[in-house]
């Protein structure tokens, strides 16, 4: 099975810095990763898909990149909405970066 | 527009069998592209993938959960359901459902989720 890392596990921040999370893969997984943010109380919402397609309708501040092993999800220039947990998902879920306000 | 709904006993008893169902509208369970899972999160902690069921009624499973684990189909009513048998208090959490669209490989809609409590 696939085991995934995320990398930190919370990272304390402000509005408008650069936000980098990352997420290690235990094998090859091509680019066959997605990433998600979860709000208290809400279901996940889909992010990224394939390592670095934005879906339809999120800000342009999210990228992702990555292949293989090394993924990172970058937000350009963060916004108070931003401050949420963020999952990678490849089969099974890394275990989370929770954002908060530094 | 693709919506998927939760339903079931909100509190099970340990040892019983926790049963769930996901009601999905705006798409066919039984054909297409897509996977329908079901996903846990207990209170503060991360997301955990139980399983999946295809078009064809083949599953996956969480190996943690195979053993007490069942995920079915219902064409007739567009409809797909979870059973977890023997279940404690670390089966306390919420449970979603989730549409998983292989050919992008993500979860591309979701159901807001039910909490399901262990307890007597």
């Known amino acids: 099975d696939i085991h995934l890392t995320q990398s930190p596990s919370t990272l304390s921040a402000s509005v408008g810095d650069r936000v980098t999370i990352t997420c290690r893969a235990s094998q090859n997984i091509n680019n066959w990763l997605a990433w998600y943010q979860q709000k208290p109380g809400k279901a996940p919402k889909l992010l990224i898909s394939?390592?670095?397609n934005v879906e339809s309708g999120v800000p342009s501040r999210f990228s992702g990149s990555g292949l293989g092993t090394e993924f990172t999800l970058i937000i350009s220039s963060l916004q108070p909405d931003d401050f949420a947990t963020y999952y990678c998902?490849?089969?099974?879920f890394g275990q989370g970066t929770k954002v908060d306000l530094k | 527009q693709v919506l998927l709904q939760e339903s079931g006993p909100g509190l099970v008893k340990p040892s019983q069998t926790l049963s769930l169902t996901c009601n999905v509208s705006g798409d066919s369970i039984s054909s297409g592209y897509h996977y329908w899972s079901w996903i846990r999160q207990p209170a503060g902690k991360g997301l955990e993938w139980i399983g999946r069921?295809?078009?064809?009624?083949?599953?996956d499973y969480n190996p943690s959960l195979k053993s007490r684990l069942t995920i079915l189909l219902d064409a007739s009513k567009n409809q797909f359901s979870l059973k977890l048998t023997s279940v404690t208090a670390a089966d306390t959490a919420v449970y979603y459902c989730?549409?998983?669209?292989?050919?992008?490989?993500?979860?591309?809609?979701w159901g807001q989720g039910t909490l399901v409590t262990v307890s007597s």
């Open positions: 989730a549409r998983f669209d292989y050919t992008d490989y993500r979860f591309d809609y």
């Open positions: 069921i295809y078009p064809t009624g083949s599953t």
């Open positions: 998902h490849s089969g099974m």
């Open positions: 394939k390592a670095s």
